[in-house]
């Protein structure tokens, strides 16, 4: 309670420096106040409790993954200081909603009531039509706005309508007395209706197949860092929440929910790395790519007693390949009218460390050792062999052959092609972020146990 509390303080903060044209001083003090977060929410940890009557839970899942969520705001809330630096106004608005964003994000994995989901949902969601929409100027952007807000609130409302049949089946909107009703019989069939109509609004929130259309017109039209933010934050806070939604209100699987969730995670690792591979797009790329990962988490769902962990190294692992691989491109293309791979053509010649970042976080999101991304397939695969779905496992791993062709499209672009234009300074805060995102990366994928003992 105190994390989400201090975060919305923080970004009050950011609207109030407006005001007092306090405008150099909000990335460095946001940066360090959400470090200050981060301690304060590890403080958290060893201390379980609910607040205002069990609307917020914290417990040792909600505050991993929180700290998660800080971890990749504090990189997006740093790249601002140079993505906007030539909309100096601005700037305070688009950090203060990255900074709501997360207060939004940590809602959604610390609710006890499906009141407080729904807020959590909304706000992170609104936070993101406005970024998806912010570049005013350009056709693309207000598209990519449209679209989503749009497509968003139709989930929103379908979800919506799953947590009034849920209420209407229980009498309840506490989790934990939805949980403990679900365990008897005689509950009412509109219960897994309501359930299952939530679950669809939260795959469209992953853009799992067949939710997924928005996606990769949403992820090209809008700015470069809000593709980030979707790509990263939004796509593991949704994931987390749909496996907190899943677990907290039903205590057991279906045969024909299971299916539904094996069906679901093939069409999306099969359709998105297909689609990926035409794509000469970085951001749709990417969009595709994420696609095809959110079909790679849904598989924890099939474990759902010991599956926390599991989930939590591997959005670690996709989360910090994509903060470290978006912060080199979004430097590579912030002076380009597109972003096609033809703009990374010789940048391991004009500049070897930005490019080396971009390889391995490549490699990682492709599942190749020594990257976190190899060992977080290798666990999530072990145990949905364990679960019973050994032929799931097979096509994930034919899905990641797969992958390595349209990563290595860019890679050999990279390293093989001639450079369009000579070497340029690089403002260091892009350094700084795509260095320490990929060596956080790296030393998750050396020593899994500091990600994996947090949820024992």
Known sequence: ????????????????????????????????????????????????????????????????????????????????????????????????????????????????????????????????????????????????????????????????????????????????????????????????????????????????????????????????????????LAKVVAMATLYKLVSGLNSNLTPTFEMVIVVVSILSMTVGNIMALRQHNVKRMLAFSGISHAGFMLMAILSLSNAATTLLYYTAAYALAGIASFAVIIYVTRNKDNEDILNFNGLGKTNPLLAAVLTASLLSMAGIPIFSGFFAKFMLFTQTIKAGYLFLVIIGVVNSIISVGYYFKLILAMYTKEPNEQKQAVPVVYYFVAVVAIVLNIIIGLCPWLVTNLLQ
């Open 1 to 232: 309670m105190q994390t989400l509390i201090a975060i919305s303080g923080l970004g009050v903060f950011c609207l109030i420096a407006e005001i007092f044209n306090l405008r150099k001083l909000i990335v460095p003090v946001s940066v360090l106040g959400l470090l200050t977060i981060l301690g304060l929410n590890l403080t958290e940890f060893s201390t379980p409790q609910s607040f205002y009557n069990n609307m917020i839970v914290v417990d040792k899942f909600s505050v991993a993954f929180s700290s998660l969520f800080i971890v990749l705001t504090i990189f997006l809330v740093a790249l601002s200081h140079d993505v906007y630096k030539d909309h100096p106004t601005k700037i305070s608005d688009f950090v203060a909603i990255k900074i709501f964003l997360l207060a939004g994000a940590v809602a959604m994995v610390s609710f006890g009531n499906l009141s407080m989901f729904f807020l959590g949902i909304e706000v992170l969601s609104i936070s993101l039509y406005i970024l998806a929409a912010s570049n005013r100027l350009n056709v693309k952007s207000n598209e990519a706005g449209m679209k989503y807000f749009l497509m968003g609130s139709f989930a929103s409302g379908i979800i919506l309508f799953g947590i009034c049949l849920i209420y209407g089946a229980t009498g309840y909107f506490d989790v934990a007395e939805i949980y403990d009703l679900s365990q008897g019989a005689g509950l009412p069939s509109w219960f897994p209706i309501g359930l299952t109509l939530v679950v669809l609004g939260m795959l469209f929130k992953i853009a799992a197949v067949p939710f997924h259309f928005w996606a990769p017109d949403v992820y090209e039209g809008s700015p470069a860092l809000t593709t980030a933010t979707m790509s990263t």
